[in-house]
């Protein structure tokens, strides 16, 4: 994956490819990451996970996968879907970088 790919369309990112490559510089330092030149276009950089990245990832998963099930048995399954929607719906308005 490239960074202009990281922030496209991302708002976490504000859509700029600064902001996205300070977000991985971050990241690799911190080793979660790791960069290298794309072998096609020497201006591209490509970014992976490393093993400490995807151990990362997978245990992240797990917790959110947990406080899924946590909630929806709280709320019940209906109830927590709707919930997701509406979060959902709330997301998408969130005003780009550009408006």
């Given at each position: ?61 797990k917790l959110f996968a947990d406080i899924e099930r946590d909630y ?16 959902q719906e709330l997301a998408d308005m969130r005003p780009s970088s550009?408006?």
């Open positions: 994956m490239s960074i202009d790919s990281l922030c496209a369309g991302r708002a976490w990112t504000r859509g700029t490819a600064e902001a996205a490559s300070k977000l991985v510089s971050e990241l690799v330092a911190l080793g979660y990451l790791s960069t290298s030149q794309a072998p096609s276009d020497g201006r591209a950089i490509l970014v992976q996970f490393t093993p400490q990245g995807r151990a990362l990832m997978q245990h992240s998963f929806s048995g709280r709320l019940g399954a209906q109830t927590y879907a709707v919930l997701k929607r509406a979060l550009n408006d």
